[in-house]
Structure formats: C-alpha cells, structure tokens
Nanobody
Framework: VQLQASGGGLVQAGDSLMLSCAFS????????MAWFRQAPGKEREFVAA????????LYADSVKGRFTISRDDAKNTVHLQMNSLKPEDTAVYYC????????????WGKGTLVTVSS
C-alpha cells in the first residue's frame, strides 16, 4: 500500500485548507483511514479517522468542529477539510491506513506540511 498526501501550504489564521491522500496498492474499502500530525518538537498526534464512507468519524478535541474527514471510495482518496485554521495547527500532516480486519497492515504516507501564520 502506498499513500501520497498533498495539499499542504502556508496560510493565515482563519483560512481553510483541504488535504488529500491518494491510496494505491490495495483494496481501499478494506482500510480505515486517518490523519495524524506532528508539530515541531512534539510527538505525532491523532487528528481524525473514518472507517467507511457512511460510517462514523472520530476527531481529536482540538480540531472538532473545524476539521472534517471524508473519503471517496470511487477515487481511493481521503480528504481532510480544515477550516478556521489556527497557528497551533501548524504541523506535518500524515495519512494513515489500517486494515479493518487483518492485523499488522498499517501504512503511513510521507507527510505534507501545513503552516498557519498569525
């Protein structure tokens, strides 16, 4: 499985940005998808997750109400819509895929940098 994240950039506080992650090399619908982020000098942290298109979503408290995760099973893509961005959202954002039934099938993509200026 390969994951390719894109959409990062430099924005101002209050702006919006959408990240995308293209999935390949596996059966997309067999995987739960998630976004994590890692700010400078900090550990990687969970941001949001989605199991199925019509399924429930899970968010970190810090992004709840501002970020929305979604997936397009026809395009093997997961998105993270980020609104009302804050400087503390500055981080490298990583896409993660975890097989829904098989153990040990956990994949990470290279991150995309989001920088939010105040």
């Amino acid at each position: 499985v390969q994951l390719q994240a894109s959409g990062g950039g430099l924005v101002q506080a209050g702006d919006s940005l959408m990240l995308s992650c293209a999935f390949s090399g596996g059966i997309f619908t067999s995987y739960g998808m998630a976004w994590f982020r890692q700010a400078p000098g900090k550990e990687r942290e969970f941001v949001a997750a989605i199991r199925w298109s019509a399924g429930s979503r899970l968010y970190a408290d810090s992004v709840k109400g501002r970020f929305t995760i979604s997936r397009d099973d026809a395009k093997n893509t997961v998105h993270l819509q980020m609104n009302s961005l804050k400087p503390e959202d500055t981080a490298v954002y990583y896409c993660n895929a975890v097989h829904l039934t098989a153990r040990g099938m956990d994949y990470w993509g290279k991150g995309t940098l989001v920088t939010v200026s105040s």
